[in-house]
């Protein structure tokens, strides 16, 4: 198993949700499994499937209150909750449930009070020697789960749970290693996720490209010399030939969003210079991307269809940010640009504005299962957006209004996010 180790000498911070790893082997009619986990948000309660970040959990007091005990405390904590764990997770030998046995529990240390604390779990059990296929699977609290099957040199299986859904029986024997394709399809919706709902700073630099100008040439400029970048270290990052500490990275990354927020405000148009510093920060954002595959891995029987899938679903994601937003802005465009269709861009932004702070101030469980975490975060600034927009329409025959009253407004506020990113990730 070849996996993607970007962020050398960094964990995952305290508050970040990551994916549980499996390591399964089996021989002999003895299956021994080890799990990591993140212990102290299982003790807690924390629903690991609809939050990215146990801060907003509802129960986030009683997780940081578990972080607080030592790796013992935690250790005799989980030995208390193992019948209820054992109960959540599924085991299954050709269909059957078959029994399985703690076999110890290790807490290790945290490098510091900001990173994860990661548990190991030891399950072992016994099958027939005339088995044929396993599954697995746990309840959707848990969150994803990642399963490996090691010791198997003929196509072992590797898989990617979450939801609660089960894994497909797969042979004990290997060989049921999935094919290219399957790999392909399956990590585009990883890419996504990391762009829509989880990458907020992307979306955001993703956004300041899109308002130095709405016009398709500089956009498409930008965009393209953003994605060769960013699939470059990606998958240099992936091969293992560049490493760079997640504490470098992401406070670049928000430097980059106030950059080019801040350059929207001065410019009018493509400088000479920009579509370099795109193609420098887009090297920046591969390596953020790559944190990602550090978590879920890379199967070594399909590297290159799992990476050309993950790098097609962040650039699905990408384009419909931009999509969405040019429709969003598209009607105050065509005023600015001189349609006469004054009324209907009044009717029409008066419409969204009202149904977007209905979401913020409803903030809908649906909506916040949909995107894993608080509707106000998107809908708050597709007010503003098109509470701009009408204000633009009003002052149409000012000129360049649009640019005035919507992009440098929006492009002022994607600076600020950015800044305090930039402090929060290297101050606090």
């Known amino acids: 198993m070849i996996t993607v180790i970007v962020m050398t000498g960094t964990a995952a911070h305290a508050h970040e949700v990551f994916p549980s790893i499996l390591n399964l082997r089996a021989d002999d009619g003895v299956v021994m499994i080890e799990l990591d986990v993140n212990a102290e ?5 924390v629903d690991l499937n609809s939050v990215e970040d146990t801060d907003t959990a509802t129960n986030a007091a009683d997780y940081d209150a578990l972080r607080a005990l030592s790796p013992q405390d935690i250790a005799d904590r989980f030995d208390a909750y193992w019948p209820q764990f054992i109960e959540n997770f599924t085991f299954l030998v050709d269909g059957a449930p078959t029994v399985l046995n703690d076999n110890g529990t290790i ?6 009070e900001t990173s994860v604390r990661l548990t190991r779990l030891t399950l072992v059990g016994t099958y027939p020697e005339d088995a044929e296929t396993f599954q697995i699977g746990w309840v959707s609290e848990y969150g994803t789960l990642i399963v490996r099957q090691n010791d198997i040199e003929n196509a072992p299986y590797t898989g990617t749970l979450s939801g609660g859904v089960l894994s497909e029986p797969f042979l004990i024997n290997g060989g049921s290693a999935q094919s290219g394709w399957h790999v392909f399809g399956s990590y585009i919706p990883i890419g996504f996720d990391h762009i829509v709902p989880k990458g907020l700073d992307h979306i955001l630099f993703v956004l300041g490209l899109f308002f130095l100008s709405a016009r398709i040439r500089p956009l498409l400029t930008q965009v393209s010399l953003f994605t060769l970048a960013h699939t470059l270290t990606l998958a240099l990052a992936a091969l293992g030939y560049v490493r760079l500490p997640g504490s470098v990275v992401e406070p670049l990354i928000a430097a980059s969003i106030v950059f080019v927020a801040l350059e929207n405000i001065y410019a009018k148009g493509l400088s000479r210079w920009r579509p370099v510093v795109v193609f420098g920060f887009g090297l920046l954002h591969g390596l953020g991307f790559a944190s990602v595959l550090a978590e879920f891995g890379l199967p070594e029987n399909a590297f290159i269809p799992a990476l050309i899938g993950f790098n097609v679903g962040v650039e699905v994601g990408q384009l419909a940010v931009i999509a969405v937003m040019f429709v969003c802005v598209w009607q105050a465009l065509r005023v600015d640009r001189g349609a006469n269709e004054v009324g209907q861009g009044f009717a029409l932004y008066a419409v969204l504005l009202i149904a977007a702070l209905a979401l ?9 299962t949909l995107i894993e975490g608080p509707v106000w975060v998107f809908a708050a600034p597709l007010a503003m957006v098109f509470a701009l927009c009408a204000a633009s329409i009003h002052f149409r025959d000012r000129v360049d209004a649009y ?3 919507v992009a440098i407004p929006a492009s002022v506020a994607i600076a600020a996010v950015g ?10």
């Open 107 to 112: 807490v290790y240390g945290a490098e510091d």
């Open 41 to 45: 948000a299982m003790l807690a309660g």
């Open 403 to 405: 640019r005035r009253l």
């Open 360 to 368: 913020a101030v409803l903030n809908p469980a649906p909506l916040q």
């Open 419 to 428: 800044a305090y990113w930039f402090v929060e990730r290297v101050f606090l």
